[in-house]
């Protein structure tokens, strides 16, 4: 890629599956790349965005399965 890094390492960095982004890459090459109303191409800012809201979703899960552990184990030393 472009930045150095390969396609399977930033597709686990942005939580996306290698093809997926195998097919972006390809696409933004090729001048296709389109956003999801097909008419607009994507934003540098566009993507950060959408690569921000998917961390902060994963984060959001790790909190909560964290949450009830630590609640679920609580229980249990008392």
Known sequence: MEGGQSIAGAARTLGVV?????????????????????????????MEISRLRAELARVKMERDILGKATAYFAKGSI
Request: aromatic share 6%; hydrophobic share 35%; net charge positive.
């Open 18 to 46: 290698d093809q997926t982004l195998f097919n972006w890459v390809k696409a933004q090459r090729q001048g296709q790349l389109k956003g999801a109303d097909s008419k607009a191409k994507v934003s540098a800012e566009q």
